[in-house]
Structure formats: C-alpha cells, structure tokens
C-alpha cells in the first residue's frame, strides 16, 4: 500500500492543532497507517513538525500567487488571499502555536519571505489610502495569520460553516483595517 505523504501531513496538522501533545502513535492511528510506516517517512516529531513547516511554507507561498495579492484593490486583494489560504488554513493554525519552530535557518527563510510579501501588501494597501496607517504593515500580517488559523479551529469545531470561512475573516480584517473615511 502506497502511503499519500501529503495526506498524513494534513491529518497529523489536523490531530495537533486540536492536540499538540498528541504521541506519534496517535499520529499514525488518526493517518490510518502503523507507527512503523510513520516513522519511516518521519523519524520523530521533530522530523514531522518540520515537514509540516515545509509544507505550509510551500503551500501558502502559492495561495499568495493564485491570489495575485500584487493585483488590484487591496480589499479585493485581501478576499482573494483569504480564499486562497483556507485550504492551508488548518496547517497555519497549527504552526502559528509552535513557536519552537523559529530556530532553523531554513524555515526562518520560508517565513521571512512570507512575512515580507504580506507586509508589502498591507503596506501597498496603506499608501493606496485602503487600510489604516495607524495599524503596522507587521502587525496586519500577523492578524491574518492569526484569523486564518481561528477560522481553522473553528470551521474544524464545527462552530463555523467551511463555506463561510473566506466572508467572515476576510469582513473581520477589512473592517479593522480599512481606514474610515472622514466626512
């Protein structure tokens, strides 16, 4: 039996986000396959929780390409991004709680890079007169991380419907971004 490596990823994403403590046993029984076969593709935790950073890293950087975050309106922008990212959700809201993962140099370059094209869009979105400039370019970069991941933990509670993930974060960062416009 061929094991879908991307697959166990998800699911262990999945396990870990709602239990970080959880043993790679766990890991293995929630993936449908044995421990054996985990440790073969994963040496450890360690080895997992670095393939899941890998993962995510790839991933976003393509949700930040199909959304085309460079294009258009920045609030437009933002709904493109969000839609883009939910399917990487459950891997971010993992990894956003694990800040042991901010040691090797090979992660810190995919987040740098991450965290260096959101910043550019939000501060994009400042100059075009779209978001706030009391608000840090920084600090806009971690909220959506931060609302990405709780819309995860949420649509995986069932205390949100997957189908309105995209609306009801990409409102809630819009209307504390958005600079109001004085009359």
Request: with cysteine; glycine share 8%.
């Amino acid at each position: 039996m061929s094991v879908d490596r991307t697959q166990v990823l998800r699911t262990a994403a999945a396990l870990l986000s709602r239990k970080a403590t959880a043993t790679m046993d766990e890991v293995a029984r929630a993936a449908g396959i044995g421990r054996a076969t985990l440790h073969r593709h994963f040496a450890g935790r360690d080895a997992l929780v670095r393939a899941l950073e890998q993962l995510c890293i790839e991933e976003t950087e393509a949700a930040l390409e199909s959304a085309r975050i460079e294009e258009g309106p920045a609030d437009e922008a933002v709904r493109r991004l969000v839609a883009a990212a939910q399917p990487v959700a459950p891997l971010l809201a993992f990894l956003v709680t694990e800040n042991q993962l901010f040691e090797g140099d090979g992660q810190n370059e995919g987040w740098a890079r991450l965290d260096a094209r959101l910043v550019a869009f939000f501060r994009r979105g400042q100059e075009e007169g779209t978001f706030r400039i009391d608000l840090t370019p920084a600090w806009l970069c971690e909220a959506f991380y931060g609302l990405i991941g709780s819309g995860a933990w949420a649509v995986a509670d069932g205390r949100v419907a997957a189908n309105d993930f995209s609306y009801m974060i990409a409102e809630l960062l819009l209307g504390g971004a958005r600079r109001s416009v004085e009359k």
